[in-house]
């Protein structure tokens, strides 16, 4: 399911030019706050130079920028006015691909599936 889901996902993001790595950092610092790198990358799951690639990616085209942390070191980000316009075009995108895909699915399957992948999710990273 996985790999169609990422495909299929990937197609959508691209009308708008953007990737399911680059959305999943849009999402991540919209529904959190002002993340810092490693934050952002321990929610991905994935290596902090992979999250600084991608997040030079978003700088590049303008929708996120740094902002002053509290340590120098630490670098937060957030969304650009530009940014945040993208972000709701992108969620509209994507909030019609996630109703096709569960079409069909009573929101008792959904909750049950949420139920057994957030437990399948616990017992990989023990």
Not at 45 to 55: D, F, L, M, S
């Amino acid at each position: 399911m996985y790999r169609p889901f990422e495909s299929q996902l990937n197609v959508e993001l691209s009308k708008h030019q953007l990737y399911r790595a680059q959305w999943s950092i849009l999402y991540y610092i919209v529904n959190f706050g002002s993340p810092t790198l490693v934050e952002i990358s321990n929610y991905l799951g994935v290596e902090k130079p992979t999250v600084t690639r991608t997040i030079n990616r978003l700088e590049e085209l303008g929708y996120v920028e740094h902002i002053p942390g509290k340590d120098k070191r630490e670098k937060r980000m957030q969304l650009t006015v530009l940014g945040k316009k993208v972000y709701q075009d992108v969620r509209k995108t994507v909030d019609e691909f996630e109703k096709e895909i569960i079409k069909g699915v009573s929101e008792k399957e959904l909750l049950e599936a949420v139920h057994v992948m957030k437990a399948i999710r616990n017992n990989l990273i023990k």
